[in-house]
């Protein structure tokens, strides 16, 4: 219902008030983040990455589970593959065709990372996509700076510094009202070089958290760091090798930002060499170097006189080939889970070495080897060529990923005052455990965790009220309690405005416009004007004197024959050798005055403005005029012929204006169902129906039918029912 306020109306009660959330891949598992989130009819994916312990189609997200032609826009959190890994085949290989948005430097580094996931494709395994699709797939990515406003179809959004990696960013998306903020993987805590991740500056309603760490916390930098780098000196002064993989970008940044500085402030492992195995981080470096305006204050100063990725300590290396393995050393190689590459050659190659040792330093996904190293602690373990080796190289685990822990996720559902969170990007376990905490300590506000596997979908239901504006004339008068306002509700984007019809082009983008037809129908035999009008008049014997325009004394004495009217009225703008007569004032007859000076008219024009009533007419007439085709009949059979015609007539507009009209010619009835209520018609006007109200409408449907059919004029008060 509607309600005055200062000009705006509320509409309260909205029947579709329910944003849905689908994990097509992250839901209860890390790895293919993928989420929909749809509202009144728009819909927004988030991140599209592939799961980094499976191969091909299995590590896509269930793209089957929604229509890609749906999805209006994609937001890209960050460049890690487990959320931008599908995006190439999702964009090429779907009926996708909304808009892709990452940041600057997402952008530019996925490029990098896909190229080299696509160089690294294991042996044996689907193709995904082809070099062609990476490149028509940048060429559709658009890019969004932190805190820009935008807005596609409807959808407004906006992102934020998630402090994950270089450029990883939180969305907020706005649809209709209603905001969803992903975090995507977020930290907000800063680290060397990278900034915390900001609050956003407006609540949202729906939250969507990554829960990696379920209820873990996180131990202070200084502690974790100086674990590491006791880890790491031991393994290298007892004379081992210590491999430390990582994934090649962003947490192998802040590594090597410590053991370059460790390794300055301790002349004594100045002789051991640290390299660092990844061709792919040596040519993004120019990439962080580009947008080093983006991390944090530390490295921004630092930045001022020297190039903090200018690394006085660590060699780079660019293929084992190279790799003089002599003696004690410190390798970061990726990938980060000893997946098929460096870091997977060299673990299998010093794993049976007791003086050895391996850092693991990121979060492992279930699947891979790092997570079976890690977990299990196998006594052996077997190679990529099938044979099983004794592993004896010491196994350490430290947690330098930026993720959020349960601290500072709770502390982020407190600052953001959202009601509703969704969990995802965590194992079964961690965002069971999680959710129980959270519930617990928000139940103050009672504070809604799901926790959907891929597919489930959650419902979130929202009574929010639609503000319309009243402008232009409707406007005019202030309105009072109850008042009904007439007008034309005009909604774009969720923006509604009540205008008055004459007030369209002024108060919103739209036109008023007409649409006009004519047809032409051609007489087969010669008819004088006089027979075509009075044939017409057995259909229409509601044209009057005034319905017609007479062009000179001939024609004024067949109207006048026809309505036996006394007056005629004359217009005299039309073109002297034509005759019109209105119909209705919408539906008009042409008819071309013969130019040989006989009385023969060969064709008849019915022009007319479309609309319910004068397509009706128009259409009646052209039928009216196509009766002039019908051999002479006798007076019995025509009448019986007309009738059956008409009846013929009256089902084909009924169906027009009612659906699954059934018609029995024996009777003859009509009978159909009309806003759920059963409905009868006797021809040609009884109604039969229990509902007085439906009744009422059909009734008047179906005068207008039949004034449109019948030669005998209609009782003003109504139809005889
Ligand atoms: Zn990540
Ligand atoms: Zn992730």
């Not at 393994?235 to 930002?257: S, Y």
């Not at 009216?624 to 009846?647: G, M, N």
């Not at 009924?654 to 006797?682: N, W």
Request: glycine share 6%; aromatic share 10%; charged share 20%.
């Amino acid at each position: 219902f509607f309600f005055a306020a200062n000009m705006s109306v509320k509409v309260v009660g909205d029947p579709d008030g329910q944003v849905e959330i689908i994990p097509l891949g992250s839901g209860q598992e890390v790895g293919r983040s993928c989420v929909v989130v749809r509202y009144k009819g728009k819909s927004v994916m988030f991140d599209c990455g592939v799961h980094p312990a499976h191969n091909g189609f299995d590590s896509l997200p269930y793209f089957d589970d929604v229509d890609p032609e749906s999805i209006d826009l994609l937001l890209v959190t960050h460049y890690h593959l487990d959320h931008c890994g599908a995006t190439p085949y999702f964009v090429q290989h779907t009926k996708f065709k909304g808009q892709v948005y990452m940041t600057h430097p997402t952008k530019a580094l996925f490029n990098m990372v896909m190229h080299d996931f696509m160089r690294v494709g294991v042996a044996g395994t689907t193709v995904l996509f082809t070099e062609t699709d990476l490149h028509s797939t940048m060429a559709k990515i658009e890019t969004i700076d932190y805190h820009q406003e935008m807005s596609h179809k409807g959808i407004k959004f906006k992102c934020y510094n998630a402090g994950h990696v270089l450029g990883a960013a939180m969305f907020m998306a706005e649809i209709a009202g209603i905001r969803v903020l992903y975090t995507g993987d977020y930290s907000r805590y800063p680290d060397r070089h990278l900034m915390g991740a900001e609050t956003p500056d407006v609540s949202p309603d729906v939250l969507i958290v990554e829960s990696t760490y379920g209820i873990a916390e996180h131990e202070k930098r200084e502690d974790r760091e100086n674990r590491f780098l006791g880890w790491v000196d031991k393994i290298v002064k007892r004379g081992g090798r210590c491999l430390i993989p990582v994934f090649a970008l962003g947490r192998a940044q802040e590594l090597l930002l410590i053991l370059d500085e460790h390794w300055e402030k301790h002349p004594e492992l100045q002789q051991i060499p640290v390299y660092y195995a990844s061709s792919l981080a040596k040519r993004c470096m120019m990439i962080f170097q580009t947008y080093i305006n983006m991390m944090n204050d530390r490295i921004r100063r630092q930045h001022a006189y020297e190039n903090p990725f200018h690394f006085k300590w660590i060699k780079s290396l660019d293929s084992l080939e190279y790799f003089e393995d002599a003696g004690p050393s410190v390798v970061l190689a990726s990938p980060g889970m000893l997946q098929p590459g460096v870091s997977r050659d060299l673990f299998e190659r010093w794993c049976t070495d007791q003086k050895s040792g391996c850092i693991f330093a990121g979060y492992s996904v279930e699947g891979t080897l790092a997570k079976q190293v890690c977990v299990q602690r196998p006594n052996e373990i077997v190679r990529q060529d099938g044979k099983s080796v004794p592993l004896a190289m010491s196994i350490e685990e430290i947690s330098f990923s930026a993720h959020s822990d349960f601290a500072q996720t709770r502390d982020f559902i407190d600052v953001t005052e959202v009601n509703n969170v969704v969990l995802v990007h965590g194992d079964h376990n961690n965002v069971r455990k999680l959710k129980d905490r959270l519930t617990e300590e928000f139940k103050h506000k009672k504070l809604q965790v799901y926790t959907p596997k891929n597919t489930d979908t959650v419902r979130i239901k929202f009574v929010h009220e639609n503000i319309v504006k009243v402008m232009g004339k409707v406007a005019n008068e202030y309105p009072r309690p109850n008042q009904v306002l007439k007008g034309i509700l005009v909604s774009k984007d969720f923006q509604h405005t009540i205008v008055d019809p004459e007030d369209i082009g002024t108060y919103t983008n739209l036109q008023l416009g007409a649409v006009r037809n004519t047809i032409i129908v051609p007489l087969n035999r010669d008819y004088s004007l006089r027979q075509i009008l009075l044939h017409l008049h057995k259909y229409f014997l509601s044209f009057s004197s005034q319905d017609i325009v007479v062009e000179n004394d001939e024609v004024e004495v067949v109207a006048k024959e026809i309505t036996a009217a006394s007056e005629t009225a004359a217009q005299g703008q039309q073109p002297q050798h034509f005759i019109v007569i209105h119909l209705s004032p919408e539906v008009q007859l042409s008819i071309e005055r013969p130019a040989d000076g006989t009385t023969t008219i060969r064709e008849v024009s019915v022009t007319w403005t479309t609309s319910k009533y004068a397509d009706l007419i128009a259409d009646a007439t052209v039928v009216a005029l196509l009766h002039l085709y019908a051999p002479p009949r006798t007076q019995v059979a025509a009448e019986i012929e007309d009738d059956v015609f008409r009846i013929k007539c009256m089902h084909q507009m009924l169906t027009q204006y009612f659906t699954g009209v059934h018609l029995d010619m024996a009777s003859p009835t009509f009978t159909f169902m009309y806003m759920g209520e059963k409905v009868k018609i006797m021809a040609p006007l009884m109604v039969e129906c229990s509902n007085a109200d439906v009744k009422h409408k059909v009734s008047n449907i179906l005068r207008r039918i039949f004034l449109t059919l019948y030669p005998l004029p209609i009782a003003d008060e109504g139809c005889c029912c």
